[in-house]
C-alpha cells in the first residue's frame, strides 16, 4: 500500500508526512504527529472537537483528508498559546471554570478564536451559533459562552 | 464523620473561593492525556466484531481467514476467556456475547492488528453464522406473557407466575394505606407517563491501552471512572489476581455514570495477552452508543389523590424499566426516589426490573430518579393547577424536612428541600411575566447521595509543599476541590498542595466515581489525612520543645504550644517542621482509610419559562433557574457547573434524546446527527442559586452535587411545555411531532 508524501505547515512550522490515501487530517494529526491535543468524538463532523483551522478556515479535521493538507496552514489547539503564555480564551476559560472534563475544550478554544478573529463584539446570540458545531455534554454552554463574551470585552478594551 | 460546628463559614480561608484548577493548563492546551492519547512501544490495534441482529444464537464463529491476513496478531472470541466467576458472568457476557447476541452491536468477536486499516479488513474476514430469534426492545411489550425471553431460569421469587421470563424482580416500598388515603382525596389524578432510552453522551468514546506480560503482569491505561473497578472486575474475568493489575486513570472526557462498568478492558487484555504486544482499543461514536450503556426506558403508572387545600392524602407508583440485555436496571432507585420530597401518611411503589433486547443500561447521573420524578412531579403539577393553587405552595405544604420519614424508609436528619423551595418561590423569576405561548414550570428532586471505601494518602514533602494521593479519577474539579480541603485544613495557601489520581498499585480500594460520592467521600478522607499529619507535625515540635504533644496545637500553618503549662516558644511553620523532618524522625505523612457513610440526601428545585410554537410543536427554553442545597461549596463555581451541566441533559433528555428502535430492533440514530444532544444556541443562560444546609455528616458541612440536578427538569419542562400548549404531555421526548399531535388532538377535543 503506497503512502501519500505531504508537505504542510502546522502551527507555522514546516511539517512533511507520509499518510494513507484514506487517512483523515484527524487521523494524521493525532497518530502520524503526535498532536492529541485535537480529538476524535464522532468521527462523523457532528461534535467539533477535533476543530482546527485550515488556511484560517474553521472545520473538522476528521472530515479532511490528511492528503488534502498538502501546501496549506494548518492550526491546531497546540499552537494556540506562544510559549508559556496562554492565548487569552485560554485563560479565561480557565478562570471562569468553563471546562468540567476538558475532552470539548480544544475544539471549543479553536472555534471560539477563529470567531473572535473575525468579530471582536459577537452578541450572545452570535457565540451560541457560532459555537452550535461545538458539542459540550458537561457545562451547559453558561460559562463557556460567558468566558468567551469576556474574552472578547478584554480583548477588546486592550485593543 | 460529624459536622465540625467549631468550623463556622465565616472561618474558611480557601473553602468556598474559586481558585484556577490544577489542570486547567493542560487542559486549554490540548496536553491533557485523555483516553485515546496514550501510545506505548509496538502496540497494536484493536477492533471488535459486533452482532448486526437485536436477539441471534450464535451458532459457529471462524476466525481463520482473519488470522491468515497478514498484520493480524490475535482473534479472541468468548471461548479465549472460558470459565468466569458468577458475580462477573453478566459483565463478561455484556462485554463479549457467549451463546446469544442479545441486542444490535453487542460484541461477538475482537481482533488486534499491526495497523487500523488491517484491523478493518480482519473484522470484516470473521464469518459468523448466526440463527435470527424473535426480539423486543419495548418494556411493556417484554413484559407479556408471550414476549421472546431473552434469559432462562433468571427470573426471581418476588415476581408472581404469569409474566414474562423478562420480568426479573418485583420491589416495592412504602408505608400507610394508599385506598384508605385516596378515599379521603378530593381528586385523583391517574395516568401513565413513558420515557425514551437516553445516552450519558459523554464526548470522548471508551478506550484503554493494555498490556500484559507472560509472567501473568498486566497494565492498563483506561478512562473510566473507576479504575479499581476496572482493575477487580478485569483480574476477576482474567483470572489474574488483583495485585497484579495495575490499572492507571487517564483523564475522563465525560462520564456521568456511563463509564462505572468495563466493555473494551477485559477484550483488550486478551488480545495484549495472545500477542504478546500492547493493544489500544477506542470506541467510535457508533459503538459508544450502540453498545455501551445508555439509561432505563420506562413506563410509570402514577395515582396521587390530594384535597382542595393542596394536601396529598395518598400517591401511588407502578414504576417498570426495561434496563437493556441483562439484569439489573436502575428501577429500584427510581421507587425509592419518585416520592422521597414528600412527607405522605400513604404512599407505595412497585417496580418491575425488566429485560429487553438492548444493550445494558449503565448508570446516568442519579439513575433511574429523573423518570420516576417526571411521573410525579407533573401529576402534582396536574393536581395543583386543578385546584388553582400554587404549585410551589403546595409542594412547600407537601415537603419532606428534618424528622419526616421517607417513602423509602429512613427519617431524614437536616435536609434542604425546604430551602430550595422558598428561594425558588422568592426568586424573580417566579413572579415574571410571561408572554403568548409561554408557559412556566417547577419541580423537585432528590438522590440519596453515597460514600463508600475511600483511601488519601497526604505527603509532606521535605521543602514543605503537599501532595495528595487520591484514588478516584477527576471529572469535573475534584483535584481542586480536594487541594482545597487539604490547604484549607493544613492552614496554607492552596498553591501549596498538588493532588495526583494514584493508580491502583498506590492506594487501597477506591469506589468508582460516582453516587455524587468524591467531593464528600474523598474530601472526608483528605481532611482526616491531613489531620493524622497534623498530629505527626505537632509531636515533631513536642520532642523538638521537650514538652507534650498534647501541649502542641495546629494553627493557621504552624504548630504552637499551648495550654497552660506547655512554655513558650515561637511557631514552628509546616515549612521548619518538613525541613527538618529527617532528624526528628523521618518522613512526614498522614493518610486515611475509610467506607465513608454520612453522605447526606441531596434536594434540588428547578424552573423553567418555555415557549411552544403552536404551528411545530417545537419548543424554545427561554429561562431556567437551579436551586440546590450543596451541604458548603467548596468550589462555588463547579458546584454552578454541575447544577448548569444536569439541567442541560434534563432538557435533552426532556426535548430530543431517545433511542429510536426500528421494527428489525436495530437502532436507527447511532450518531450525534441524529441523537441530538443540546448545543449551545439551544439554550439560555442558566441560572444558579446554591443552598447552603450542613451535611450533618461531613467535617466541613459538605454534601455531593453531581446527580440530583438531572432529577427535576424532565419534570419542570413538562410543566412548562404542558402549560405553553395547553395540553399535559406525558411522554418524553417532547419533540416537535409529538407535541404538535398532541395540540391538534387537544383542539378536536
Redesign the interface.
Known amino acids: 500500500m503506497s503512502r501519500i508524501h505531504v508537505t504542510t505547515t502546522i502551527n507555522g512550522d514546516e511539517t512533511e508526512f507520509l499518510c494513507d490515501a484514506e487517512a483523515t487530517l484527524l487521523d494524521v494529526l493525532r497518530d502520524e504527529l503526535g498532536l492529541t491535543g485535537t480529538k476524535e468524538g464522532c468521527g462523523t463532523g457532528d461534535c467539533g472537537a477535533c476543530s482546527v483551522t485550515v488556511d484560517g478556515r474553521l472545520l473538522c479535521s476528521c472530515l479532511m483528508l490528511g492528503a488534502e493538507a498538502e501546501g496549506r496552514e494548518i492550526a491546531t489547539i497546540e499552537g494556540m498559546a506562544a510559549g508559556e503564555v496562554l492565548h487569552p480564551l485560554q485563560q479565561k476559560f480557565i478562570e471562569m471554570a468553563a471546562l468540567q472534563c476538558g475532552i470539548c475544550t480544544p475544539g471549543i478554544l479553536v472555534a471560539a478564536k477563529s470567531l473572535l478573529e473575525r468579530n471582536l463584539d459577537p452578541s450572545e446570540e452570535e457565540v451560541r451559533y457560532w459555537l452550535a458545531g461545538n458539542l459540550c455534554r458537561c457545562t451547559g454552554y453558561d460559562k463557556i459562552i460567558r468566558a468567551v463574551m469576556e474574552t472578547a470585552a478584554d480583548m477588546r478594551r486592550a485593543s | 464523620m460529624a459536622l465540625d460546628d467549631t468550623k463556622k463559614i465565616k472561618d474558611f480561608k480557601v473553602v468556598g473561593t474559586?481558585p484556577?484548577?490544577p489542570?486547567?493548563?493542560d487542559?486549554?492546551?490540548?496536553?491533557?492525556?485523555?483516553g485515546?492519547?496514550m501510545?506505548a512501544p509496538g502496540m497494536l490495534t484493536g477492533r471488535i466484531l459486533r452482532s448486526p441482529h437485536a436477539h441471534a444464537r450464535i451458532l459457529r464463529i471462524d476466525t481463520s481467514k482473519a488470522e491468515a491476513l497478514p498484520g493480524v496478531k490475535a482473534v479472541v472470541t468468548r471461548a479465549d476467556f472460558g470459565d468466569v466467576p458468577d458475580h462477573v458472568a453478566d459483565v463478561m457476557d455484556n462485554c463479549m456475547a457467549g451463546a446469544k447476541a442479545l441486542y444490535d452491536g453487542h460484541a461477538v468477536a475482537a481482533i488486534a492488528a499491526n495497523s487500523?486499516?488491517v484491523a478493518r479488513k480482519a473484522i470484516r474476514l470473521i464469518e459468523v453464522e448466526y440463527e435470527v430469534l424473535p426480539h423486543v426492545t419495548d418494556v411493556d411489550e417484554a413484559m407479556k406473557p408471550g414476549a421472546p425471553v431473552l434469559h432462562e431460569g433468571r427470573q426471581q421469587e418476588t415476581v408472581p407466575e404469569g409474566l414474562s421470563g423478562n420480568v426479573i424482580a418485583r420491589s416495592e416500598f412504602g408505608h400507610g394505606d394508599i385506598e384508605a388515603g385516596l378515599k379521603q382525596a378530593d381528586r385523583v389524578v391517574e395516568r401513565t407517563y413513558r420515557t425514551g432510552a437516553t445516552h450519558?453522551?459523554?464526548?470522548?468514546?471508551h478506550a484503554c491501552l493494555a498490556t500484559m506480560s507472560a509472567d501473568g503482569q498486566g497494565d492498563l491505561w483506561v478512562c473510566t471512572q473507576g479504575h479499581y473497578m476496572v482493575r477487580n472486575v478485569c483480574a476477576a474475568i482474567l483470572g489474574m489476581e488483583q495485585g497484579q493489575l495495575r490499572v492507571t486513570a487517564s483523564?475522563?472526557?465525560?462520564?456521568?455514570g456511563g463509564k462505572t462498568v468495563v466493555f473494551l478492558e477485559p477484550v483488550a487484555l486478551m488480545l495484549a495477552k495472545k500477542s504478546g504486544r500492547p493493544v489500544k482499543m477506542?470506541m467510535?461514536?457508533s459503538e459508544v452508543l450502540r453498545a455501551t450503556g445508555p439509561t432505563a426506558s420506562s413506563s410509570i403508572d402514577v395515582r396521587i389523590g390530594m384535597k382542595t387545600d393542596g394536601r396529598i392524602t395518598a400517591a401511588f407508583a407502578e414504576l417498570r424499566y426495561q434496563g437493556g440485555a441483562y439484569p439489573g436496571s436502575p428501577v429500584d432507585m427510581g421507587s425509592m426516589s419518585a416520592f422521597a420530597p414528600y412527607d405522605l401518611e400513604n404512599v407505595k411503589t412497585v417496580g418491575w426490573d425488566v429485560v429487553s433486547n438492548r444493550p445494558k443500561a449503565a448508570a446516568y447521573r442519579a439513575p433511574g430518579a429523573p423518570m420516576a420524578a417526571f411521573a410525579v412531579e407533573s401529576a402534582i403539577d396536574e393536581l395543583a393547577k386543578g385546584f388553582g393553587l400554587d404549585p410551589l405552595a403546595v409542594r412547600l405544604m407537601n415537603g419532606a424536612k428534618e424528622g419526616t420519614k421517607a417513602s423509602y424508609g429512613p427519617t431524614y436528619p437536616a435536609i434542604g428541600l425546604m430551602a430550595t423551595l422558598e428561594a425558588a418561590h422568592t426568586h424573580p423569576h417566579w413572579t415574571a411575566p410571561l408572554g403568548e405561548n409561554q408557559g412556566r414550570g417547577v419541580a423537585c428532586g432528590f438522590w440519596f447521595n453515597f460514600g463508600g471505601d475511600t483511601c488519601v494518602s497526604l505527603n509532606v514533602t521535605p521543602d514543605g509543599t503537599v501532595t495528595v494521593s487520591e484514588g478516584n479519577p477527576d471529572?469535573?474539579?475534584s483535584r481542586a476541590s480536594m487541594t482545597m480541603m487539604a490547604a484549607e485544613e493544613l492552614g496554607i495557601p492552596y498553591d501549596q498542595v498538588r493532588t495526583v489520581i494514584a493508580d491502583t498499585g498506590s492506594l487501597g480500594q477506591n469506589e468508582v466515581t460516582d453516587g455524587s460520592r468524591v467531593t464528600f467521600a474523598v474530601g472526608l478522607a483528605t481532611i482526616e489525612a491531613a489531620r493524622a499529619a497534623k498530629r505527626e507535625m505537632c509531636k515533631r515540635a513536642a520532642m523538638i520543645w521537650g514538652i507534650d504533644a498534647d501541649a502542641v496545637e495546629w494553627e493557621d500553618g504552624a504548630a504552637r504550644p499551648a495550654g497552660p503549662n506547655a512554655g513558650k516558644f515561637p511557631p514552628m511553620t509546616l515549612k521548619e517542621i518538613a525541613a527538618i523532618a529527617s532528624n526528628t524522625g523521618g518522613p512526614i505523612a498522614g493518610h486515611h482509610e475509610v467506607n465513608a457513610e454520612g453522605a447526606g440526601v441531596s434536594f434540588g428545585t428547578h424552573m423553567v419559562d418555555v415557549e411552544v410554537d403552536p404551528d411545530t410543536g417545537a419548543t424554545k427554553i427561554l429561562r431556567y433557574t437551579v436551586f440546590q442545597d450543596a451541604g458548603r461549596a467548596v468550589?462555588p463555581?463547579?458546584v454552578?457547573?454541575q447544577f448548569?451541566?444536569?439541567?442541560?441533559?434534563g432538557i435533552g433528555w426532556a426535548l430530543n434524546e431517545e433511542y429510536i428502535y426500528g421494527e428489525d430492533g436495530i437502532l436507527q440514530n447511532a450518531?450525534?446527527?441524529d441523537y441530538r444532544?443540546?448545543?449551545?444556541?439551544?439554550?439560555p443562560?442558566?441560572d444558579t442559586v446554591i443552598l447552603e444546609i450542613p451535611n450533618p455528616g461531613h467535617p466541613y458541612g459538605v454534601r455531593g452535587v453531581g446527580e440530583t440536578p438531572i432529577v427535576p427538569p424532565l419534570a419542570a419542562v413538562a410543566n412548562a411545555v404542558s402549560a405553553a400548549a395547553g395540553v399535559r404531555m406525558t411522554r418524553l421526548p417532547m419533540s416537535p411531532p409529538r407535541v404538535l399531535a398532541a395540540i391538534q388532538e387537544a383542539a378536536r377535543g
Open positions: 474559586r484556577n484548577r489542570d486547567g493548563i487542559k486549554v492546551t490540548g496536553r491533557a492525556r485523555f485515546a492519547d501510545v487500523a486499516a450519558q453522551g459523554y464526548i470522548e468514546p483523564e475522563i472526557g465525560g462520564g456521568f477506542v467510535s461514536r471529572i469535573g474539579g468550589h463555581a463547579y454552578e457547573g448548569q451541566g444536569g439541567a442541560v441533559q450518531g450525534f446527527l444532544i443540546p448545543v449551545a444556541s439551544d439554550l443562560m442558566i
